[in-house]
C-alpha cells in the first residue's frame, strides 16, 4: 500500500503541528495534510525522498534543469518564480500564501489559522505524470 493510500497516513491528530511526519504525493495537485496552522507557532520543514516529472526525477528542491518542454511552459507552473517539483507549501489551499518548503525551511510561520496543504510545483493538468513521494517531517525551529 503507497503511503498516503491508509486512511491516516498524511492525517495527524488536530492537536498540534509539532514532530510529524507526512508522505506527500507527486502527482495530486494539493494534498491536505491535516495539520493544523496557528500564526502564532513558527516551524521547522525538511523534506526527504524523490519524485519525478514523466523521467526527470528530482528531489523536494526541484528540477535545477529542465527539459526543453518544461522551459516552454515554465510561465504556466502554479509557483512560476520556483522550480518545477518543488514542494511548496499554502494555508487552506490558498496560492496567496504559498511558499516554497524544498528540502527544507529552518523557520516559517503561518500568515493565518488553517490547514497546511503542499503540493510539487507543475503545470495545472499535468500531474497525472507524475510519480513518488517526498517525506515532510514538521518540528519547532
Not at 11 to 38: E, M, Q
Not at 47 to 62: E, F, I, N, V, Y
Not at 118 to 141: E, H, K, M, R
Request: net charge positive; proline share 9%.
Amino acid at each position: 500500500m503507497l503511503p498516503w493510500a491508509s486512511r491516516d497516513a498524511g492525517h495527524p491528530a488536530p492537536d498540534t503541528a509539532l514532530n510529524r511526519t507526512i508522505f506527500i504525493p507527486a502527482d495530486r495537485r494539493l494534498f491536505r495534510t491535516g495539520v493544523p496552522l496557528d500564526p502564532t507557532q513558527p516551524l521547522r520543514f525538511t523534506a526527504t525522498g524523490r519524485w519525478r516529472d514523466l523521467h526527470l526525477g528530482a528531489d523536494a528542491g526541484g528540477i535545477a534543469e529542465p527539459n526543453a518542454f518544461q522551459r516552454l511552459f515554465a510561465r504556466f507552473k502554479r509557483i512560476p518564480q520556483a522550480r518545477y517539483m518543488a514542494l511548496i507549501g499554502c494555508v487552506d489551499g490558498d496560492l496567496a500564501t504559498a511558499f516554497v518548503i524544498g528540502t527544507g525551511l529552518p523557520m516559517w510561520a503561518s500568515p493565518r489559522a488553517g490547514e497546511l496543504c503542499c503540493f510539487a510545483n507543475d503545470v495545472p493538468g499535468f500531474y497525472w505524470n507524475n510519480s513518488g513521494w517526498v517525506s515532510l517531517t514538521i518540528g519547532a525551529p
